[in-house]
């Protein structure tokens, strides 16, 4: 409920900022380290980070020369790593250890508030901030279990099923960097708020990637802002010479009009 009320809220806004400017577009691509958090961590277990990535799509609308909504539709790979120890029969003895390397893909939607400070009419520092949903679509977990590795394909389900993840996380992005021309560079925070697991039932596991990231923006509105700077700036330079050209032409008939002798 609280996922769809979001994503409602966030097609509205888009829908009216649509209707009264023109937005910008582009790739965005990142690198990422990935984390689990978790509040109580058993004696002899842990768990450790793991790199990620994300790739997609951004959007961005201007609310005035510094200030814009930046949407982007992301494909996010999550997770992390896992190491504790599993007991053998009923006398607790240690047999064997238990790594796992947990690897859930996201599709994720952040819509970020973003403030550029411009340096120079070409570099500008950046940052924002906002809300983030995602729903999980894939992944795949490696285990090293009893002497054994396998690969097993994460499932999403509601809490308490045996599956291994949420369906849904949402949680709050942030980012900072810079911006040369139509290139950025930026680091990036993504903050679970959900607990994304469903297979340890008393404990709240969330999400956290800390990451760098590069994108492209291109748009209509910049081509045509430039397009009417130019515009603009040769008007002024054909005026004189339009008037320069017509001082030309009628200056032979003003003089034989003033060298005319009225009797």
Request: aromatic share 10%.
């Given at each position: 409920m609280k996922i769809s009320l979001l994503y409602s809220l966030?097609?509205?806004?888009?829908?009216?900022?649509?209707?009264s400017a023109q937005p910008r577009f582009g790739i965005r691509a990142s690198v990422?380290?990935?984390?689990?958090?978790?509040?109580?961590?058993?004696?002899?277990?842990?768990f450790g980070t793991r790199i990620g990535y994300d790739v997609g799509v951004v959007l961005e609308w201007p609310l005035s020369t510094s200030w814009a909504i930046q949407p982007s539709l992301l494909l996010s790979s999550k997770g992390s790593t896992f190491a504790g120890t599993v007991s053998y029969?009923?006398?607790?003895v240690?047999?064997?250890?238990?790594?796992?390397?947990?690897?859930?893909?996201?599709l994720q939607l952040p819509a970020l508030l973003v403030y550029r400070f411009p340096v120079t009419p070409r570099f500008k520092?950046?940052?924002?901030?906002?809300?983030?949903?995602a729903i999980g679509v894939g992944g795949t977990?490696?285990?090293?279990?009893?002497?054994?590795?396998?690969?097993?394909a994460i499932t999403y389900g509601p809490k308490g099923t045996g599956t291994q993840f949420r369906r849904y996380d949402y949680g709050v992005s942030a980012l900072a960097g810079?911006?040369?021309?139509?290139?950025?560079f930026t680091l990036n925070l993504n903050e679970g708020l959900a607990n994304?697991?469903?297979f340890i039932v008393s404990t709240d596991i969330r999400n956290r990637t800390i990451g760098f990231s590069a994108g492209f923006l291109v748009g209509a509105g910049s081509e045509t802002k430039r397009l009417s700077t130019t515009t603009n700036s040769n008007s002024p330079a054909q005026c004189p010479a339009s008037s320069s050209r017509l001082r030309q032409t009628r200056s032979p008939m003003l003089r034989l009009v003033s060298n005319k002798r009225v009797w």
């Open positions: 966030l097609t509205g806004l888009l829908v009216s900022l649509s209707l990422q380290n990935c984390f689990l958090t978790y509040p109580t961590v058993q004696t002899g277990t842990s029969g009923t006398t607790g240690v047999f064997a250890a238990n790594n796992t390397v947990f690897r859930p893909l996201y520092l950046l940052v924002g901030a906002g809300p983030y949903g977990m490696l285990r090293d279990v009893l002497y054994q590795n396998f690969e097993v810079i911006e040369v021309g139509k290139c950025n994304t697991t469903s």
